[in-house]
């Protein structure tokens, strides 16, 4: 799961999934947090029981259901033998899940090493060893040549961004023309809400737009946002975590965000590069 943290507190972990204010967390916090994932019991039992239909092997790092990674995958309008780019790809399961589906080769890009290895390591459980490569780079400055992507996705992590605009416009560049990216994360029901901490109000459509992007769709489902708040909640459930510190910080933001829940919109954005 991948998310923030917005009070300067302990370094983020599986559940620090709704947007934050800036500046966003260092590599070094999200190093430590993917180094804990795979040994984390707590939060495997946690997406197993949030979502029994996601397959196992993805391993998200964010708020991720089987329906929301369809819609992702869908809607990036890949065919067989292009090339998807994953910004923020993390530890690279939701990425080479769709790079699978669709019969495409597949760039992760984060900036964390960790993440980074880890991902290249996991191309083998989705069959992509030789067609999945994952380098370090920044939302706003991936290395990548222009135009170098048919599609573009990033789950849940563009308001990481310490500057959300850069990002967008280093995603336009990096697509090829007519070509879509798509992402995935919260928005305000009211735009502008000050109950909300400043990365909870950003506009992604108004920021898509002015990075140059056009045919901007966000949708929102009720279902996406159950399974956010559903997941806080088993998480809960589960009591004590012991030293699970992942499954802890799950539990810490699920009793500071469920308060909050239902002033944001789970939403998938679409915005496709001008031809």
Not at 8 to 35: K, L, V
Not at 75 to 101: H, S
Not at 106 to 111: E, H, S
Not at 215 to 221: F, G, Q
Request: glycine letters at 12%; aromatic letters at 6%; a negative charge.
């Amino acid at each position: 799961m991948r998310g923030t943290h917005e009070d300067g507190g302990p370094p983020p972990g599986p559940g620090r999934g709704s947007p934050g204010s800036s500046p966003g967390p260092a590599a070094s916090e999200f190093d430590a947090a993917f180094t804990a994932t795979a040994a984390s019991a707590g939060i495997r039992q946690v997406w197993e029981l949030a979502d029994p239909s996601l397959p196992r092997q993805i391993e998200p790092f964010s708020f991720l259901s089987a329906a929301l990674l369809r819609q992702v995958t869908g809607d990036l309008a890949l065919a067989a033998g292009q090339t998807l780019v994953d910004l923020g790809c993390g530890r690279g399961g939701p990425g080479l899940w769709a790079a699978q589906q669709a019969g495409t080769s597949l760039v992760g890009v984060d900036f964390s090493p960790v993440a980074v290895s880890q991902a290249a390591h996991r191309a083998a459980l989705f069959g992509l060893r030789g067609r999945a490569r994952f380098v370090i780079g920044d939302l706003a400055s991936t290395g990548l040549p222009d135009g170098s992507a048919d599609a573009a996705m990033s789950i849940d992590a563009f308001h990481f961004a310490a500057d959300p605009d850069a990002a967008a416009a280093e995603a336009l560049r990096i697509l090829k023309p007519g070509r879509r990216l798509v992402l995935t994360n919260w928005q305000a029901r009211t735009p502008g809400d000050t109950r909300l901490p400043g990365r909870s109000r950003i506009d992604w459509a108004q920021l898509l737009s002015g990075a140059g992007f056009a045919e901007i769709m966000t949708t929102a489902r009720p279902e996406w946002h159950a399974l956010w708040t559903r997941t806080y909640r088993i998480a809960l459930e589960l009591g004590d975590p012991g030293g699970d510190w992942l499954l802890r910080d799950l539990q810490d933001e699920a009793r500071a965000r469920l308060p909050l829940a239902d002033l944001l919109l789970r939403v998938a954005v679409t915005a496709t590069a001008p031809g």
